[in-house]
């Protein structure tokens, strides 16, 4: 990886997709753990995990009926046992006989056929089959769901409930994952507050750190909150230097302001920078790097490049901290409601509404103001429309690519 110092000709401006890279040859994951299953939700498997056993471990009737020999239905069978779920048959199924079974009782030796009990008719304790009936139906066979050493889930896989359920049916208690990565956020800035009253003087609330706490959360880290610093360097290098976590994420201080501390500040600590400057709108002011061991990830003061910031690498980040990989944001087509301008030598995100047309197609609408500090826009929108860098004008009707919202989790 080619290491720059962030104070140098300004740090040069990288791709996002290079940006990725470089961040994902320094970030790792972390230690594992074993859990329960009651415990597992959203955790990233550390380990390839095969069944225990087979399932169903033995054929089982998979509706109500009649378990039988199919030659033997042309003439009426006397019933001589009833099978229920969880129960053995008490007697053998015999030639010429059948069995009355229910949906998910073991089906006994010999059997091939289950006859729906909609397609017989008793008469006089004997049981007749009925036009309509399909031979060789309704058995699930032992192993039909799945075999012992069958890999059901792959190491990598973050744990949904549908993966605890088939851990669960497939003999497992416990599961080994990837530690949850720690990821510590702090703010900077004088003009940042925790809280105001009218009159308080010229400070803002600071939105950034309760925002990225969040997604911390929903994307399978643990938050450290280390507050606001102010736009003290000694001040910010005691804390830089004191941080114990997986990640440290900033938000602001990173540009070229003459308060702007958090670049000198890392320079002087021995930052290693992976890129300072991101060919990015919003998002410029994104970098990352390590000091010694502690990877590093600035974001951008302003709320909605933040937060946008955030979805292009953070999001990533904590996936490759937790053994789930990278994991970029994951884009699809609409069409445009209104037209979009050209944009410059950067990727532009821009902000807008979906709809879904009468057809399923979705059309995006950018929302008029795309001011990156007002965090009331970004909360309106459902999602956002990406545009490479020196892309021309479109027109309405025209397909874009977009991200939506609905489909990051926390976001």
């Not at 056993?53 to 020999?69: I, K, N, Q, S």
């Not at 450290?224 to 230097?241: E, H, K, N, Q, W």
């Not at 941080?243 to 990173?254: F, I, M, Y």
């Amino acid at each position: 990886m080619q290491v720059t110092n962030p104070m140098e000709g300004g740090g040069a401006l990288v791709d996002i997709g290079e940006a990725l890279d470089r961040m994902a040859a320094v970030l790792r994951p972390g230690g594992t753990a074993s859990v329960l299953l009651d415990d597992a939700l959203g955790r990233v498997a550390a380990v390839d995990m095969p069944a225990r056993l087979d399932a169903p471990p033995f054929a089982v009737a998979a509706m109500d009926g009649y378990a039988l020999r199919w030659t033997d239905t042309a003439a009426p069978l006397p019933c001589v046992d009833t099978i229920q779920a969880g129960h053995l048959a008490e007697t053998p199924l015999l030639p010429g006989t059948c069995h009355r079974i229910f949906t998910g009782a073991p089906v006994p030796p010999g059997a091939d056929t289950v006859v729906v009990q909609e397609f017989t008719e008793e008469i006089d304790g004997r049981v007749i089959i009925l036009s309509g009936a399909e031979p060789h139906r309704h058995i699930r066979a032992a192993g039909s769901n799945f075999k012992r050493g069958q890999w059901i889930v792959l190491s990598g896989r973050r744990l949904n409930a549908r993966d605890i359920g088939l851990l669960a049916a497939s003999g497992y208690l416990h599961t080994r994952v990837h530690q949850r990565p720690r990821v510590a956020v702090l703010s900077t800035g004088d003009e940042l507050s925790e809280a105001l009253t009218p009159g308080g003087g010229a400070q803002i609330i600071d939105a950034n750190r309760p925002t990225l706490k969040a997604l911390v959360r929903a994307w399978g880290g643990i938050p450290i909150d280390l507050g606001i610093v102010r736009d003290d360097p000694d001040a910010l290098a005691r804390i830089l230097s004191t941080v114990d976590a997986d990640l440290l994420v900033t938000s602001g201080g990173a540009s070229v302001g003459d308060f702007d501390f958090l670049s000198r500040t890392l320079a002087g600590l021995g930052f290693e920078a992976a890129f300072h400057k991101v060919r990015m709108r919003p998002g410029k002011a994104t970098l990352f790097g390590t000091v010694r061991s502690l990877p590093i990830l600035s974001l951008p003061g302003n709320a909605c490049a933040a937060m946008i910031a955030a979805l292009v690498f953070l999001k990533p980040a904590i996936a490759l901290l937790g053994g789930a990989g990278r994991q970029d944001a994951v884009r699809e087509l609409a069409i445009l409601g209104i037209p979009l301008a050209a944009v410059g030598p950067r990727t532009t995100f821009l902000r807008g509404r979906l709809d879904r047309e009468a057809d399923s197609r979705l059309t995006f609408t950018a929302l008029p103001s795309q001011d990156n500090a007002m965090l009331s826009g970004l909360a309106a929108a459902d999602a956002v429309v990406v545009r490479p860098p020196s892309a021309p004008a479109v027109r309405t009707g025209d397909s874009v690519e977009i991200v939506r919202f609905d489909t990051v989790a926390g976001f």
